[in-house]
């Protein structure tokens, strides 16, 4: 048999025509949910009316500070402006959105803050308010770029990988902004294998680190600088228009060259072969790539620890 469920006092549950009672219920609930939730009148500036106690908890700021005041106040010049404008056009439109964006505690800490944002309507359609629910997920977050990071960076010399490589270079070749406006290098040590079997793998791991750090030096800080593949390098340069700016750039990059490596066994001179291309407007990443490729085994083929251009 059964046991017998406790009786629960009529008085235990709400009269629903309890206005006040409901009210407080809810008010209650609010304030005692982990997520920050935060209530915007649905006005051009869209002041915020209410904040619950784990929106207060996760920014640092009082109630004074934040009622009456738009939520933007949590950003800063680093946050994505393209989450910004998906905001804007979703209150504009009267529509929820959900996104991921970098926001600033009033102490200069800064979150990811995962927004979700609905709007509320009156009765007869009209958007009044907005509500915007937030949890913090920065440690989330902080672990995917990790990670990313991982697998897009090359174990040995820090440098980006084959994949990060490709992956920028496939989104300039396909940016029509940048079509025939960048360029890209193909490096390739002359008689490495020597050093290896002579020196040592580690020797040749010490000079491979070295190579990279001294090409990363000798372009600027917008370029990329990456190992493809053993010894060959690969350099990605944005913003090269001209012969006379790519043949800078190279010479540059044959200059690396010219100086000897501090190995463990001595320094040990070290050449290599280059070969730059200027991107042709329409030319793909992979035919870009093979060009200077095959510019630079015209380079090996032609005596070595120089620089061929197209």
């Known amino acids: ?8 006092p009529y008085t235990a549950y709400l009269d629903p025509k309890d206005e ?9 609930a609010l304030d005692s949910a982990t997520n920050g939730i935060v209530i915007s009148l649905n006005t051009p500036e869209l002041p915020i009316v209410y904040c619950n106690a784990a929106f ?18 949590l950003q800063g010049e680093d946050t994505d402006p393209k989450a910004r404008a998906q905001m804007r056009t979703a209150f504009a439109a009267g529509e929820p959105v959900d996104l991921v964006i970098l926001n600033y ?22 958007v009044t308010h907005f509500i915007g629910v937030q949890t913090d997920v920065t440690e989330r977050v902080q672990t995917q770029r990790q990670l990313e990071a991982q697998v897009l960076t090359d174990a040995l010399t820090g440098l980006p990988n084959r994949a990060h490589f490709m992956r920028e270079l496939e989104r300039a070749a396909t940016d029509p902004v940048a079509q025939g406006k960048f360029a890209v290098g193909f490096i390739d040590l002359d008689g490495f294998k020597n050093i290896n ?23 600027r800080g917008m370029d990329i600088v ?3 593949a053993g010894d060959e390098f690969v350099m990605l340069l944005p913003g090269v228009e001209s012969d006379e700016a790519l043949a800078i750039v190279a010479q540059r990059a044959l200059e ?8 463990q066994g001595g320094p040990v001179l070290m050449g290599a072969s280059l070969g730059f291309v200027r991107h042709t407007p329409d030319e793909t990443s992979t035919a870009l790539l093979a060009r200077a490729d095959q510019l630079m085994y015209n380079a090996k083929r032609g005596g070595k620890n120089k620089v061929v251009i197209d």
Not at 1 to 8: E, F, T
């Open 105 to 126: 505690k009033k102490d200069g800490t800064p979150f990811w803050n995962a927004l979700n944002i609905g709007p509320l309507r009156h009765e007869e359609g009209q």
């Open 56 to 73: 207060r908890q996760l920014t640092g700021y009082s109630n004074e500070e934040i009622l009456g005041h738009n939520c933007r106040f």
């Open 1 to 8: 048999m059964k046991p017998a469920l406790p009786s629960i």
């Open 226 to 228: 990456a190992r493809l």
């Open 197 to 219: 079997d002579t020196l040592g793998h580690d020797a040749g791991d010490a000079l491979l680190i070295q190579v990279g750090q001294r090409l990363k030096r000798a372009v």
């Open 20 to 28: 006040t009672s409901w009210l407080r219920l809810l008010a209650f």
């Open 256 to 263: 690396v060259f010219q100086s000897a490596y501090a190995l």
